[in-house]
């Protein structure tokens, strides 16, 4: 049976046509209104925090760049680090620190929405169910969650460094590695989980044992002999 009779290869050059549609609209079109929606949400979440809402937000610098303001608990703050970071000078009192400041390069929080092209080029690849409009809105709010909270931990995991809150240890390899995730894993394989979690059809069509069996051959007739 040739390749492309089968189910996972017909969805294999679906899903490629309409990744490249997909990041072309996300790039030209979505791209401006999905990171004025990160960093909404994200301010939002930042103002959760202890004192986020005198001491948190997010600005946009000229250079497009996010500069991003986080409040900083009383624990934290006290630390020596933080300390000297803020130049606190030694035998000095403490300095009052509130918040920390840091700025994130604009293709940081661009990265984490592409995530959305990549789920929506696999659910429109698979078999229409009815469901599928349920499906791709809540997958969407999922994504749209994950970036969030993508972006907020990168934001800690860049204050810890710079604030060399983490010295070394098993701490430190955990921090890391979860970093390495947040970063190079969960905005390719979040939204193929995701498709697969919601789409039935989509499972069954990628994990088929095989091409979809065609109709069955008509058995040509026997020549009537005579007597």
């Known amino acids: 049976m040739p390749a492309s009779a089968s189910p996972q290869f017909r969805f294999l050059l679906r899903a490629s046509a309409l990744l490249l549609l997909m990041l072309t609209l996300w790039w030209w079109l979505l791209l401006t209104p999905l990171l004025a929606g990160l960093r909404l949400s994200t301010i939002l979440a930042l103002r959760l925090l202890p004192g986020g809402a005198i001491s948190s937000g997010i600005t946009v610098a000229p250079n497009t760049d996010w500069i991003v303001q986080v409040p900083i608990p009383p624990s934290i703050a006290a630390k020596d680090a933080v300390q000297q970071t803020f130049g606190r000078a030694p035998g000095a009192p403490p300095v009052k620190v509130r918040s920390f400041k840091i700025v994130i390069a604009r293709q940081i929080p661009t990265f984490f929405t ?97 091409p979809v069996p065609g109709p069955a051959p008509v058995p040509a007739a026997k020549p009537h002999r005579r007597r």
């Open 114 to 210: 592409l995530s959305l092209p990549l789920f929506w080029a696999l659910a429109l690849a698979a078999p229409r169910g009815p469901r599928f409009w349920h499906s791709l809105v809540i997958g969407t709010a999922l994504l749209s969650a994950l970036a969030m909270f993508s972006l907020l931990t990168y934001t800690a995991y860049s204050i810890g460094t710079n604030m060399r809150l983490i010295a070394g240890g098993l701490s430190a390899t955990l921090w890391a590695a979860a970093e390495y995730l947040n970063v190079n894993v969960a905005p390719y394989v979040a939204p193929l989980l995701i498709a697969l979690w919601l789409y039935n059809e989509l499972r069954s069509e990628i994990f088929s044992a095989g």
